[in-house]
């Protein structure tokens, strides 16, 4: 399984069109988009944030906080932002560092370009839990987000947080020291397919396997798409877009995923024929991709189910293929 991104760059001057040249090539596994010379900058900025597609400028921050103060509206909405000085001396996030995964991305591109990187984020930096990173990476949904800073707080100045499940899930990894997995009583968080009372994560369940002539465009797949979900309801449920490998640079699938802040998820025809079940074949589909069934496989798979069983049959039409299924025992990995 790999995970791409689309992000969006912008510069200014000589220097800094040489920063872009050096992060364009050191960070294969992202891919990277400049902004048109000809585009005006806020237009620009207003809709990578529409398509929650991350943004790097290459610039003093005072132009970038200028440039998208006027898009800036939710901490699990926002598009990530992050500045680099002209010459790539300094790497440094500034909006949605932790659920839009900025801190993450500009640990990425300080590395490519051998860059100091600065983090302002107080859980990061004394290297501690933070719960919109773990609700980020675990693909659940923040009831009560005013409730973020309440627990970063008690676990920066020394405290326990608790943790309740009330989910089929499974534990991965090491729990930090400062959580303790509670099963009874009162708990700071709650995972459940309910909102509670107080600070609650609710998964997202639902995965898509899509496949697609090479080419079609964003606007083309969200079409097919909310024909069968709305976009509230695919913004409030959808875990993952699940695809095969040899479309994992396949720009309108990925800027699809972002847009519902759901992750992207590629599997080798190797791993898509592990999963059990009887599956509609194509025969064309096998000689092109390697595996005869791709959408309703891929599903199965980003669910993390292992034989078929669907919500959503495949669907196709106009060269584009849809199925769905939904994630049942939770993998919460620490």
């Known amino acids: 399984m790999s995970i791409k991104l689309i992000v969006g760059v912008t510069y200014f001057t000589k220097n800094g069109k040489c920063t872009f040249e050096k992060l364009k090539a050191g960070c294969k596994d992202l891919i990277i988009e400049e902004k048109p010379e000809d585009m005006d900058l806020s237009i620009w900025t207003r809709e990578a944030f529409e398509g929650h597609i991350p943004l790097v400028f290459i610039c003093a921050t005072g132009i970038a906080v200028r440039t998208i103060a006027p898009y800036v509206t939710n901490k699990l909405s926002d598009s990530p932002v992050i500045v680099i000085d002209e010459l790539g001396r300094n ?56 409730g973020i800073k309440d627990i970063s707080k008690k676990v920066l100045n020394g405290g326990k947080i608790s943790i309740k499940t009330k989910i089929d899930n499974n534990i991965v990894g090491q729990v930090p020291k400062e959580v303790e997995l509670v099963e009874k009583g009162k708990a700071d968080v709650v995972i459940s397919d309910e909102a509670t009372a107080g600070f609650t994560l609710i998964p997202k369940r639902l995965v898509l396997g899509m496949g697609c002539k090479k080419g079609k465009s964003f606007k083309e797949l969200l079409t097919y798409v909310t024909c069968e979900y709305s976009i509230e309801y695919l913004r409030k449920n959808l875990y993952a877009i699940a695809t095969i490998d040899v479309k994992e640079n396949e720009i309108g699938l990925i800027k699809l995923a972002q847009f519902f802040g759901a992750k992207f998820l590629t599997y080798t025809s190797k791993e898509l024929e592990q999963i059990n079940g009887d599956f509609p074949d194509s025969e064309f589909v096998k000689d092109t991709v390697g595996v005869s069934n791709v959408c309703e496989r891929a599903a199965v798979l980003g669910a993390g189910l292992t034989s078929r069983d669907l919500v959503l049959e495949k669907k196709s039409d106009n060269g584009i293929t849809l199925a769905a299924a939904t994630r049942k025992t939770i993998d919460l990995k620490f």
């Open 91 to 146: 790497v440094i996030p500034i909006l949605s560092g932790h659920f839009g995964m900025a801190n993450d991305l500009a640990a990425t591109i300080a590395a490519a370009l051998d860059a100091g990187l600065i983090i302002t984020t107080a859980t990061d930096i004394n290297n501690l839990f933070a719960v919109d990173v773990f609700a980020r990476d675990n693909g659940l949904k923040i009831i009560n987000k005013d």
